[in-house]
């Protein structure tokens, strides 16, 4: 993958497909994580990429920022295809919310954060590197890159927080009233690891650990999903694993770790 040209759109139309209140989790989590980020950035600009056929799920993330962070926030769409861009239109609220053309180079923006969910999961893993590298580099100092993916119902999700160094951590986050098992987690990990869920990686023992608690677990089941999950991540945690949240996101069907515990061997 190459950049064509400066101030061109960097990468290619995704499938685009999306639904209302898909990326709830995610959006929640950024509040709650890249919140003070966006409270201390004297131009809070934030950027939803690649958000798709409908602009649904960045006028949600617009609306959740401005209510639990800071209201003067500003976020733009931004979209490879101009008929995504065209079609979106409609759905503006300026100064706060806009829609432009444009990729993994940000049209040119400069913002304090990135949103760019179920775009790299349609490239090869080959190209995620040099993508991240060019979002990160068109942050503003000290801007964060929020990637990764879920199902088409926002129920099973995983995202890493990547910044100029590149990932930081890696989240997994389930709906856990509809959740089976930790496994199905696997279907949903970022583009950079969803091949990696294999003997002898980091994230393929992550997710085993994660299920072998789950199971273990079982006779907490009749006291709720949400007392299996906690005892099972507590658990994940006495096994040694550097989780970096508490239970306070643990019991929204969340887990954190470190980039480094799962990275690619």
Not at 107 to 128: C, F, H, I, T
Not at 156 to 184: H, M, Y
Not at 234 to 251: C, E, F, I, M, T
Request: overall charge positive; glycine content about 10%.
């Amino acid at each position: 993958m190459t950049v064509p040209g400066r101030r061109r759109p960097y990468g290619v139309i995704t499938r685009g497909t999306t639904n209302p209140n898909r990326l709830r989790r995610v959006d929640n989590w950024i509040v709650a994580t890249c919140g003070d980020l966006l409270r201390d950035a004297a131009d809070p600009l934030v950027v939803d990429l690649g958000y798709g056929a409908s602009p649904i799920t960045a006028v949600e993330l617009r609306s959740r920022l401005a209510a639990g962070v800071r209201p003067d926030v500003r976020l733009v769409g931004l979209e490879i295809d101009p008929e995504r861009v065209a079609a979106a239109a409609p759905a503006a609220d300026p100064p706060g919310l806009t829609f432009a053309r444009g990729g993994f180079e940000l049209a040119g923006l400069r913002p304090v954060l990135v949103r760019a969910l179920n775009v790299l999961r349609q490239y090869d893993e080959s190209e995620v590197p040099g993508a991240w590298r060019t979002m990160t580099a068109a942050l503003a100092p000290g801007g964060l890159l929020v990637e990764g993916t879920c199902d088409e119902l926002g129920r099973l999700g995983g995202w890493l927080l990547v910044d100029a160094d590149g990932p930081r951590s890696l989240t997994l986050a389930a709906r856990l009233s509809t959740l089976e098992t930790p496994a199905e987690l696997a279907e949903r990990l970022p583009k950079a690891l969803i091949h990696r869920n294999v003997p002898g990686e980091r994230v393929h023992d992550l997710i085993r650990a994660l299920d072998d608690a789950w199971r273990a677990a079982a006779g907490y089941a009749p006291y709720g999903p949400r007392q299996r999950w906690l005892h099972a991540v507590q658990s994940v945690r006495n096994g040694g694993w550097p989780l970096l949240d508490r239970p306070a996101r643990w019991r929204l069907g969340e887990l954190t770790v470190p980039w480094s515990a799962v990275a690619p061997a």
